[in-house]
């Protein structure tokens, strides 16, 4: 988990001055969440902390903002993580699309079958990629300080790059260099997982991340200036990978350069997929999304929230395909007013709370949430026409869904409440059974019916009533005359109508009784084969529920070829 | 119904020569079929014929064959019908596709509402376009024969058509021309729809509709051929609109033709949405298809069949896009082997059978099949390579699959059949609750199970025991001691794990008894309120379903807000 925040230099090229700036903010940053950790020890995400002290819409604004984030993040560090690749295996450009899809899918399986965030496992990549960073920068500092290291941009690169070299590249490039702070935001939603004392090691962890990626997006940053690099015109090739090549040539270390990056884009990625299941698994508590969020899985993992990660993700890729770049201002706006709500919400926190280093505690909460707010300011209006107004859509619509929801929940909680004691009738209920012939299955719900109640009564629906002569005739010898055969003629050979008509006309006759009808299920051998089955069960039950005072009883029938 | 064989005629341009074979064909197929309806007056499609005849594999190649025709009728006719309206309205052009697949739905959604085939408003647009046909073949005779009739093909078309007018186009045209021949197949499948002399008249409609059929053929292919006629070189005109054009010019005639053109091949369409799910109906009547074909939806249609036309044929034009033309090998392919077939079937009949005149029958029945399976053989040696071979793949996989779906429906037949008196167990089942607190659902799911039977047990699932204090206390009061309440501790907050792991150790403590799951589902007000609700009980009642001798009940309660 705590390495996770590296992900974001991993695909980024950004000029000196701009990595010096977003070095800093995520310092500002990083320090302001120590403070929330310290806070909210069982987990303080920004929803949280919003919610708790801001009140209900600036948490769910935060909430909204974060899920489209988490969103974003997959589809952008995994179009990232492709892209590496891709720069080492030009011949692989052409399936770029497919090879992001195809590990948003991989992702997500494992997900769903339950990665454990066992140290080792996600570890190895990430202090691989960290040390091959850290080295080839120290390998570039080394060879520019002996003026061993030159670079020839060609021509037409060059005019591409300064054509675009505008405000807009500056501020994108500044985008991307934010990705890597939702790692903040990981951490924060997950101090609980941490070993004890928890807080402190999520301080610890959070302090040497922002600490670390500091280092490394000014060491890249610098060095890509003084050589001159220039972005390649088609965005076919990342700036990491032109700077490995140049340093250290095509050989292993260059490979593994871009293969650690792709794996650190890909565990970025795999951050949403535990961020966001527990989000939605938080708001489910709240009832904010439907309950069924909050349910696990067989594996103990919160299916549904990965799957509904994985799906629109999934779409966004291949909505926007390698444009992909382009959703990054979204992110932006996201991640940071999330960021200035949460941490306006520590500065209430502390504003009414009796710590006693609360006037220190404002000032660092204060400070990284006006630094935050400006970010986002900055980044809404100059942005706005490329995009930025989409979150203007989404998440005002998300947050009325969720009040929707909430509206919802609240209502039936109301229905439900009672301290009435509610009495059993004292009588059995009236138990339908319709039977189409006397086969196995019917005997067998019969003699059920019969141990449920004794007041049965099977239901035999024929086009014509001479064809139920047959029945008729076994019926003394198999069943007996303790259940009332009633035939029901139905010409047009219909027999949903005629049966609904029956259930309905007993429920007038019988209003004090409960009905209950039983229908057998199959349960056949194969699962492809319930095709073949239950249908009529199926839309039998369906039009049932909707009739106040009917129970539905299925009576599983076990096939055995 | 019996006007639909005049749709083939409508989009369609044949040369002289070939428009007489088909014209003879067509003749002849129709009195073999005549014989077929007098043999079969209950209805005597292809499949029945064949089935009963034949046996159980050339029954259903025809089936197969058919189905996949209906499908292919369905596409092609629609197509064909817009690109007649396109040809008066040029600039709808780029819009083809959209309009075709925007004219199915409209048909389905008709079908599904169930259009009664009511003479009249089917009959208006046949006769509108039975007369004006023939009105303007006079009047282009007419004008011939005045020689006041000329064209002046401009020099891109004619090569372009020099060009194309190859074996391919010919035999193209030809199967171009069959597809009028599915309504003779249409006519046989619905005698007993006929007014009464059921047999008789339907009979004389076919005998009436092949010579109309035959003479508007040859009457448009003698014109055509006569004027010299160049077919539009992108088939982005019919060559109908084009005569039509040249003997009436554009005024409100033209658009009369144009428009009664499209209505006449939209009821072609329509002839499938008859026919397709009535087959279906039959074999799933013979248990070769999923029973649920066999039943009928709320307007007396056979929905599923409908549907999965619908789906079938929208599939297929979005596939083949406006190539659908191209499909139409595969489709001379299907008719012409299912009336062979049927033919032969015919011809079995007769001679097992006694009648007085069936050496004359049998050299009818014969002649057609000999003339079907010519044709048919032609076209699969000639078109092979051209699409002919996916009927080869598609055709024995769909009767794999009949075979398949019938030998299960005959495993359960046999599993079910019994002559065994199953009694009464005598004992009340036991009875489980699961309870997530002590709501007015629940309350009232204790008391109806308290109806059902005297054993019943709540169960409750929580993280910690020491949080079902609140339950406990409230227990004594709400329902008092008639009911055990089970605890379950589940520290990773499952809920269907341990309630599956409680009803499995019932089952194995209490073999002898039914075991009664009650679960409440929710009803709410709104039905895309139900995404909010019952997850957990649809979760759980697909689990129980695999434990056998558990029963689980449905108790709905209905939401008022």
Redesign the interface.
């Known amino acids: 988990m705590r390495v996770l925040l590296l992900a974001g230099v991993a695909a980024l090229s950004l000029t000196l001055p701009l990595s010096i700036a977003v070095a800093l903010l995520l310092i500002v940053v990083a320090t302001s969440y120590q403070q929330t950790i310290t806070a909210y020890p069982g987990g303080g995400g920004s929803y949280i902390v919003a919610h708790e002290n801001l009140g209900v819409i600036p948490g769910l604004t935060a909430a909204a903002s974060l899920l489209v984030d988490y969103v974003l993040t997959v589809a952008v560090s995994t179009a990232a993580g492709i892209l590496a690749l891709v720069s080492a295996f030009p011949n692989l450009a052409q399936y770029q699309l497919e090879m992001s899809i195809a590990a948003v899918i991989l992702v997500t399986v494992l997900n769903l079958r339950g990665v454990r965030e066992s140290g080792t496992v996600f570890a190895i990549p990430t202090y691989v990629f960290l040390l091959s960073i850290l080295a080839l920068i120290a390998m570039g500092l080394f060879r520019l300080a002996t003026g061993d290291l030159s670079y020839q941009p060609d021509q037409a690169a060059t005019s591409a790059s300064t054509q675009s070299l505008t405000w807009f590249l500056v501020l994108s490039a500044f985008a991307k260099g934010c990705t890597a702070m939702t790692g903040t935001e990981a951490i924060a939603n997950v101090v609980p997982v941490f070993q004890a004392p928890e807080a402190k090691n999520a301080r610890i962890t959070l302090g040497w991340m922002a600490g670390l990626l500091a280092a490394m997006f000014i060491g890249i940053s610098f060095l890509a200036t003084q050589i001159g690099l220039v972005p390649s015109p088609n965005e076919d090739e990342t700036v990491l990978s032109q700077l490995t090549r140049l340093i250290v040539g095509d050989g292993w270390y260059y490979y593994l350069v871009q293969f650690s990056t792709t794996l650190i884009l890909l565990l970025a990625a795999n951050t949403s997929f535990n961020s966001f299941p527990r989000l939605l698994y938080i708001m489910a508590r709240d009832r904010y999304v439907?309950?069924?969020f909050s349910?696990?899985g067989?594996r103990?993992v919160y299916s549904t929230g990965i799957l509904a990660l994985a799906a629109s993700s999934i779409l966004l890729l291949a909505g926007f395909g390698s444009n992909v770049d382009s959703l990054l201002n979204l992110y932006a706006i996201g991640v940071f007013s999330s960021f200035t709500l949460s941490q306006s919400g520590m500065v209430l926190h502390w504003l009414r709370g009796d710590d006693p280093h609360r006037r220190r505690k404002v000032i660092v909460n204060g400070t990284g949430a006006v630094a935050t707010m400006v970010v986002t300011i900055v980044i809404a209006v100059t942005k706005f026409a490329e995009g930025a107004w989409v979150v203007i859509i989404i998440v005002p619509l998300l947050i009325a869904l969720f009040l929707a929801?909430n509206g919802?929940?609240r209502?039936?909680s109301?229905?439900?409440?009672?301290?009435?004691?509610?009495?059993?009738?004292?009588?059995?209920?009236l138990v339908v059974v319709p039977i189409p012939n006397l086969?196995?299955?019917s005997?067998?719900a019969?003699?059920?019916a019969?141990?449920?109640?004794n007041r049965v009564v099977a239901v035999h629906v024929v086009p014509d009533v001479k064809e139920a002569e047959a029945l008729r005739n076994q019926w003394n010898?198999?069943?007996g005359d303790e259940i009332t055969l009633e035939i029901i003629e139905s010409p047009?050979?219909?027999?949903l109508?005629p049966l609904l008509a029956y259930v309905d006309a007993l429920r007038e006759t019988h209003p004090d009784d409960?009905l209950?009808v039983?229908l057998p299920?199959?349960?056949?051998k194969h699962w492809w084969?319930n095709?073949?089955?239950n249908?009529?069960a199926l839309?039998l039950?369906a039009a049932l529920?909707?009739?106040?005072g009917?129970?539905?009883?299925?009576?599983?029938y076990?096939?055995?070829?």
Chains 1, 2 share one sequence.
């Open positions: 439907p309950r069924w349910l696990r067989d103990l929801v919802h929940y209502a039936v109301r229905q439900l409440h009672t301290e009435v004691v509610v009495k059993p009738r004292g009588a059995s209920p086969n196995l299955v005997r067998r019969l003699a059920f019969q141990d449920l109640s010898d198999a069943v047009y050979r219909l027999l109508p409960y209950v039983v299920e199959f349960v056949p084969e095709i073949l089955h249908q009529t839309r039950k529920l909707y009739r106040p009917v129970a539905v009883t299925s009576f599983p076990h096939l055995i070829e």
